[in-house]
C-alpha cells in the first residue's frame, strides 16, 4: 500500500491485526488473528450475522444496540423488489457503522435449498473515499430470527 493511500484515522487503518471470529482457534491454541482485508472481511461477517435491536427486542450486542444488522427480519418474506432494496439498505448500513473503510458494491440475496446466504461485494477505502485494494466478496449465511 503506498504512503498516499494511508489514513491517519485508526477506524481505516487496514494494517491492525484483530481477532477474526469469537471462539475459532488455530493450531497453537490461540484465537485466530488476522489483519488487512482478511480482518476486514471477518469484521463484515461479524455485523451481518449479528442482530441489531428492534422494536421486537434487543440485538445480540448487549450494551451496544446499534450495532449488528437487521437482515434477520427478512428471512421470512417473500422475494419482491422492495425486500430486496431493504436487504441492500440493512447491510449497508451494518456494514458502515463496523468497517466504515469498506465501500458496498453489490448485496445479493441467494436462496439455496431452506438455507438463505447473503452474497456481499465490497471495495476497502482509505476513509477519504479512495480505494486502497480490489473489489472483493464473501456470503454470509442469514441469522434467523
Given at each position: 500500500?503506498?504512503?498516499?493511500?494511508?489514513?491517519?484515522?485508526?477506524?481505516?487503518?487496514?494494517?491492525?491485526?484483530?481477532?477474526?471470529?469469537?471462539?475459532?482457534?488455530?493450531?497453537?491454541?490461540?484465537?485466530?488473528?488476522?489483519?488487512?482485508?482478511?480482518?476486514?472481511?471477518?469484521?463484515?461477517?461479524?455485523?451481518?450475522?449479528?442482530?441489531r435491536a428492534t422494536e421486537e427486542g434487543p440485538g445480540?450486542?448487549?450494551?451496544?444496540?446499534?450495532?449488528?444488522?437487521?437482515?434477520?427480519?427478512?428471512?421470512?418474506?417473500?422475494?419482491?423488489?422492495?425486500?430486496?432494496?431493504?436487504?441492500?439498505?440493512y447491510v449497508v448500513d451494518a456494514v458502515r457503522a463496523?468497517?466504515?473503510?469498506?465501500?458496498?458494491?453489490?448485496?445479493?440475496?441467494?436462496?439455496?435449498?431452506?438455507?438463505?446466504?447473503?452474497?456481499?461485494?465490497?471495495?476497502?477505502?482509505?476513509?477519504?473515499?479512495?480505494?486502497?485494494?480490489?473489489?472483493?466478496?464473501?456470503?454470509?449465511?442469514?441469522?434467523?430470527?
Amino acid at each position: 500500500m503506498s504512503e498516499e493511500f494511508k489514513s491517519t484515522d485508526p477506524r481505516f487503518d487496514v494494517t491492525k491485526r484483530g481477532i477474526v471470529g469469537p471462539l475459532l482457534r488455530d493450531q497453537k491454541n490461540d484465537f485466530v488473528a488476522r489483519s488487512g482485508f482478511e480482518l476486514m472481511r471477518a469484521n463484515i461477517a461479524q455485523a451481518l450475522g449479528s442482530g441489531r435491536a428492534t422494536e421486537e427486542g434487543p440485538g445480540d450486542v448487549a450494551w451496544d444496540g446499534t450495532l449488528g444488522s437487521k437482515v434477520a427480519s427478512l428471512t421470512h418474506r417473500n422475494g419482491n423488489p422492495a425486500r430486496d432494496e431493504v436487504l441492500r439498505v440493512y447491510v449497508v448500513d451494518a456494514v458502515r457503522a463496523a468497517v466504515p473503510a469498506a465501500r458496498i458494491t453489490r448485496v445479493q440475496l441467494v436462496r439455496r435449498g431452506r438455507a438463505s446466504f447473503i452474497n456481499v461485494r465490497f471495495v476497502p477505502t482509505d476513509g477519504n473515499g479512495r480505494d486502497i485494494g480490489e473489489e472483493s466478496g464473501l456470503e454470509v449465511p442469514v441469522p434467523e430470527k
